[in-house]
């Protein structure tokens, strides 16, 4: 299966995005992602079995005890990338804890880490086929957001896009996940 480490969106912040894009999203070069599928992705992992599932939660389970909830700021809406623009963001400033989240995850997991660096930390909000309009560096719309869990999301493609399911949680600073279901 297909997995990631990220963290949801809360409402409060879902309503603030929304309310800072306005009508950006109704051009119909966008394939928008539901909004319940917005998240922050601080580790893409890729394909694992269920052996290796067990791997990544306890990873997971152990770094969240020991990191304290993390700030990130000024998320303006982006495309990406540059030249070609077929994303549009949410793009926040680079923060050093989440890029040290990142690095911890990847090691404790036997992830390769993402090659860039900084680590943008971003919430895709839709995708396009084809060339889009250029939002290059574009409005202030969530001044921070503030990421206070890990998930263990599984990725499966649609019909409709990528659907994530959340499989696990655990509190930044909590003790142990929270039950999201057996793993299948």
Request: proline residues 9%.
């Amino acid at each position: 299966m297909r997995i990631f480490i990220g963290t949801t969106i809360p409402q409060d912040s879902c309503d603030l995005i929304k309310a800072g894009i306005g009508t950006r999203l109704n051009d119909p070069v966008w394939r928008v992602a539901p909004e319940a599928q917005w998240h922050v992705t601080a580790l893409f992992i890729g394909e694992r079995d269920e052996a290796g599932l067990a791997i990544v939660q306890t990873a997971c389970a152990r770094i969240a005890q020991s990191t304290p909830p993390i700030s990130l700021l000024n998320g303006r809406l982006t495309s990406m990338p540059k030249d070609d623009p077929t994303m549009l963001w949410i793009r926040f400033q680079p923060e050093p804890a989440l890029t040290a989240l990142h690095l911890a995850l990847a090691q404790a997991t036997g992830t390769e880490p993402s090659i860039y660096r900084p680590y943008w930390p971003h919430i895709t909000l839709a995708r396009s086929r084809k060339a889009a309009p250029d939002v290059s560096n574009g409005e202030l719309v969530l001044e921070s957001l503030v990421l206070d869990r890990l998930s263990l999301f599984r990725s499966d493609p649609s019909t409709s896009g990528t659907l994530h399911t959340e499989l696990a949680t655990w509190p930044l600073t909590g003790t142990d996940p929270v039950d999201r279901g057996r793993v299948a």
